[in-house]
């Protein structure tokens, strides 16, 4: 294991022990009744799928509560596992990572993937001379957090092409937020750029850049990160849970049925209402969610790929998580509630 890695892994085995150790991840309903409000983080310039749902009346009379924005689906899980919030999202290696140390937090409902549109591209200047996994050695990647999608993509592309692991060893991750690191890129501070959705569409409308891979053409389709709420909050507040996974699951099918111009738009008007200062340009680039089941509903899948990576690079041990024990739909009722659906409000 690499150096970055045991350090994200140590981290969430950290947070994982002190979560099941000290009973914090609570529910914020206080023990009088099931909790109306979801305190979550965000990205900035982003619109994430409950902020979505909320917008389209999905959640009824649950509501959101913005405590801040993150550029890390680990550090998002982390603070749910220890109830700062009350769902986070992250890649599901990560996930798994959480839950094998102890977390006591279960995923509810895949939020983003990988399709032909929506995917991870690893990008050079070019003019750059890389054009292999061998010419990666001694070269800076940069992605947006350390020990999860990004890298565990970047590791199996350089097994699949025969690399070694001290020569992997060679490669050097770092971190760079998601909206630097094209110009990162472009001044030559790190040679490859990991760019998803609608800042790798921007970045190409601008020029200069091309693709090494991408997860796509990797992996091919698949959902790559749920959506994590404690087994407390779950067990205490049932309705609530149902209402956001259901809410959530009824906005992936939305943004699958709905033009994408009237997806840009609504998501432009979400941006503007919220007042945080964010520029929306971006947002016209949007093509996918990317999740790959219908309504965001949990496979074995899912997990299977990563407990295997993870297995093999000894972060956790072979039998230490079965896929099914990770995640529950028990609360996605989008199948059930698909044909009654109410009409997205215009509020």
């Known amino acids: ?142 992605m947006n957090t350390l020990g999860a999608h990004a890298e565990a993509v970047l590791d199996i592309y350089l097994q699949r092409n025969g690399l070694t692991a001290g020569e992997i060893g060679k490669v050097e991750p770092i971190v760079v937020p998601p909206v630097n690191t094209e110009q990162a890129l472009r001044q030559r501070q790190i040679e490859v750029g990991v760019l998803g959705g609608v800042l790798r569409d921007k970045a190409l409308a601008t020029g200069g850049i091309r693709p090494l891979f991408s997860d796509f053409d990797l992996l091919g389709k698949f959902s790559a990160g749920t959506y994590v709420i404690t087994k407390r909050f779950l067990k205490e507040n049932p309705t609530t849970a149902r209402a956001f996974v259901t809410g959530v699951a009824k906005a992936i099918e939305w943004t699958r049925t709905t033009p994408r111009e009237e997806v840009i738009a609504r998501s432009v008007e979400i941006v503007k209402k919220r007042g945080r200062n964010e520029d929306t340009a971006t947002l016209k680039y949007w093509k996918s969610a990317g999740v790959a089941e219908t309504g965001g509903r949990v496979t074995d899948a899912e997990f299977a790929t990563w407990i295997d990576w993870l297995v093999a690079h000894g972060d956790i041990k072979a039998g230490q998580v079965k896929a099914s024990d990770l995640y529950t739909n028990e609360f996605n009722g989008y199948s059930a509630a698909a044909a009654t659906s109410p009409s997205p409000s215009r509020s």
């Open 1 to 142: 294991m690499s150096a970055t890695s045991r350090r994200s892994f140590l981290a969430l085995a950290a947070v994982g022990a002190a979560a099941a150790a000290c009973g914090r991840a609570t529910a914020s309903g206080g023990g009088t009744g099931e909790t109306r409000k979801l305190r979550y983080q965000g990205w900035a310039g982003q619109v994430t799928l409950p902020e979505l749902a909320e917008d389209l009346g999905y959640f009824g009379d649950v509501k959101l509560e913005w405590v801040g924005n993150t550029i890390s689906g680990p550090q998002d899980i982390q603070s749910a596992a220890t109830g700062q919030i009350d769902f986070g999202g992250a890649f599901n290696g990560a996930v798994v990572k959480l839950i094998a140390a102890g977390a006591p937090v279960k995923a509810v409902i895949s939020y983003y993937g990988v399709d032909e549109a929506a995917y991870n591209g690893y990008y050079v200047l070019q003019d750059s001379p890389i054009h292999s996994a061998h010419d990666l050695l001694g070269k800076k990647v940069g």
